[in-house]
């Protein structure tokens, strides 16, 4: 299921970026009393109660300011205001309520989107001082006393807003859809297979509106199952972005690839593989998302009885960190092997939701330790008391052992590799969970 995604804004030095990083438990954001330093949108992760959700800080806007540097900021506080589903109004205490404040609480009127109002720099607690009573003018609810430096009243901003998000909205029939992200760079044809994909298929189409301009939802029903597929911007390496749409599709590619089940990543034949693929590919593999390289354009390639063959050895060099992901060719624009896509999509979205009993876990485990011993280190020998999987997407395994120095680095990937040939979990990252006894 999708992260809900949340927007804080409000004008210059009101303490955004401070909010942000307390929301988020890290200093991802520069803070710093002079107005401006937030520029582009920053994002984040956040959790409360359970619950997860995107947060993404913004520059200040200056909604009638003609400077050059303000007029991108409040362009880029629209954009992430547009993609939001609830905005935090961020205000001060200190200098009241102000005409910008006034400003930007229409800004956000015209949206439609919910708002929570936040006061910030309420640093005393107890009753509020009788400035914050002033904030009731904007009209856009009832403020909450914040202060984002001690990280006083977080707690009932949080509750506000996910009393607005509707993250228990779980449609039965989206349970059997498989979210499919295509990815890559620029001109490798991801909307090219997404347009042969509903066009030549005979499938039942419908178009989900986007909350964006550059992430495109398409339903697509077929013979081998119902898919959502994610048209995404390609991703260019950092030096080559000038365009500020740009910078925020790019965020954008990665919330796509974080609400998807299944990443395909399209590499360009007439190219070849290229370190920027490569880092794209990371970018699923860190989200724990099953893979599937597909190498498009394959038809426009002179080919000899050797060629696919070649082309597979540099693919196994190149994602030498990712060999468990599945390799098809394809052509986009004639359908070449579409049906062989579909079918990997089904398995490695099977494989990355596998779960296995812990049974069957710990007999598979004492065959693996009788096989090659653990290792020893200065006479003590590693044991392995026991494994479980606790979750899936990806398949996460904890094992329980009397010493986390012994379990070295290879003995682990040994575990993992015997996994993945008994289970068959092709297509799908494993992650190895390493504890002591007694350890929670």
Request: hydrophobic fraction near 40%; charged fraction near 25%; proline fraction near 4%.
């Amino acid at each position: 299921m999708a992260k809900p995604v949340i927007a804080i804004v409000g004008r210059p030095n009101v303490g955004k970026s401070t909010l942000f990083n307390k929301l988020i438990g890290q200093r991802l954001s520069i803070v710093d009393d002079t107005p401006g330093v937030t520029r582009d949108r920053i994002y984040g992760e956040l959790e409360w109660q359970n619950k997860r959700a995107i947060v993404i800080d913004t520059g200040g806007i200056e909604p009638k300011s003609d400077d050059i540097i303000l007029a991108q900021m409040r362009r880029q506080a629209q954009l992430a205001i547009d993609t939001a589903e609830v905005i935090i109004l961020v205000t001060d205490l200190n200098s009241g309520l102000v005409a910008t404040d006034i400003d930007v609480a229409g800004m956000l009127m015209k949206s439609g989107k919910p708002v929570v109002l936040c006061v910030n720099k309420c640093d005393k607690i107890g009753e509020p001082e009788p400035e914050f009573y002033e904030f009731y003018n904007l009209g856009i609810g009832e403020p909450i006393q914040v202060s984002a430096v001690h990280g006083h009243g977080t707690g009932d901003l949080l509750d506000e807003v996910f009393s607005k998000l509707n993250t228990e909205d779980s449609d039965e029939e989206e349970d059997n859809v498989i979210n499919v992200a295509v990815i890559g760079k620029p001109n490798v044809g991801k909307s090219s297979l997404i347009n042969y994909i509903t066009a030549e298929e005979r499938c039942i189409v419908s178009d989900i509106a986007g909350t964006t301009r550059d992430s495109i939802d398409t339903v697509v029903e077929n013979k081998f199952g119902k898919y959502n597929f994610i048209d995404t911007a390609g991703i260019r390496r950092k030096a080559r972005i000038v365009d500020e749409i740009e910078k925020y599709s790019i965020i954008r590619a990665k919330m796509a690839i974080e609400r998807s089940d299944v990443c395909v990543i399209m590499i360009d034949a007439q190219i070849g593989v290229t370190e920027q693929d490569t880092k794209v590919a990371g970018l699923a593999l860190d989200a724990g998302k099953a893979c599937i390289i597909a190498v498009n354009k394959w038809d426009a390639i002179e080919k000899d009885n050797k060629t696919m063959q070649n082309f597979k050895k540099r693919i196994e060099v190149e994602f030498a960190f990712m060999s468990w992901a599945p390799t098809v060719f394809i052509s986009a624009k004639t359908g070449q092997r579409v049906d062989n896509l579909f079918t990997l999509v089904n398995t490695v979205a099977a494989n990355n939701a596998m779960r296995i009993k812990t049974g069957t876990l710990n007999e598979l485990l004492a065959q693996i330790t009788t096989r090659v011993q653990p290792p020893t280190d200065k006479g003590k020998r590693l044991k392995i008391y026991y494994m479980t999987q606790p979750s899936t997407k990806p398949p996460t395994f904890v094992s329980f052992c009397n010493n986390k120095d012994l379990f070295h680095f290879s003995y682990q990937r040994y575990i993992e590799n015997r996994i993945r040939e008994t289970f068959a979990l092709s297509g799908t990252p494993i992650r190895m969970v390493i504890r002591e006894r007694g350890e929670k």
